[in-house]
């Protein structure tokens, strides 16, 4: 995640999608027209599919990122053949979630580590936003049901839910 934000920060280029913001399209200015730009959406069903390319390489990122909602964003992270997840907390909806995934780790007896990327929070605060990483090391299988199970745990969210996907 930090490559991206480091990316886009010097691009001046805007996320489509931006967990902590519900907005699905954004307008870009090219050539003095205006092009309407959406999100990629799935059900969790496609949550193999796509996770299945992060790990074939053939996503822009070493990572992506769904959310129905912009609060409910959950990254899962493909590096040294294993799976992890993250979850930064960049607006104030999102702080709850922390503590329930740290729990979450705990009662499914998986590491959790606090950190952050630097990224400065939408609400009040001298410091940068919080990120929890559940170190899983998970296999692709693994992922898609650790996922399934805290969209539904966690966030409440089930098989007709449609996530948006970040970036």
């Known amino acids: 995640m930090k490559i991206i934000?480091?990316?886009?920060?010097?691009?001046?280029?805007?996320?489509?999608?931006?967990c902590?913001?519900?907005?699905?399209?954004?307008?870009?200015?090219?050539?003095?027209?205006?092009?309407?730009?959406m999100a990629d959406r799935i059900k969790i069903a496609e949550l193999?599919?796509?996770?299945?390319?992060?790990?074939?390489?053939?996503?822009?990122?070493?990572?992506?990122g769904i959310t129905s909602n912009g609060i409910d964003c959950l990254y899962f992270v493909y590096e040294k053949g294993k799976f992890n997840l993250e979850f930064?907390?960049?607006?104030e909806e999102q702080t709850p979630f922390i503590d329930k995934l740290k729990e979450f780790a705990q009662m499914n007896k998986f590491e959790s580590v606090m950190t952050t990327?630097?990224?400065?929070?939408?609400?009040?605060?001298?410091?940068?936003?919080?990120?929890i990483r559940i170190e899983s090391n998970s296999?692709?299988?693994e992922m898609v049901a650790l996922g399934t199970k805290?969209?539904?745990?966690?966030?409440?969210?089930?098989s007709t839910t449609v996530y948006d996907m970040v970036p």
């Open 150 to 158: 805290i969209q539904a745990e966690i966030f409440q969210n089930n």
């Open 139 to 141: 296999t692709l299988e």
């Open 88 to 91: 930064e907390s960049m607006v």
């Open 5 to 18: 934000n480091s990316t886009l920060r010097l691009l001046g280029i805007a996320l489509l999608v931006s």
């Open 117 to 131: 990327y630097g990224n400065q929070p939408y609400y009040p605060s001298v410091t940068p936003a919080p990120v």
């Open 48 to 64: 193999t599919t796509t996770l299945t390319k992060l790990k074939n390489g053939q996503t822009e990122f070493d990572f992506i």
């Open 20 to 37: 902590g913001n519900s907005d699905t399209i954004s307008a870009v200015n090219t050539n003095n027209e205006q092009t309407i730009q």
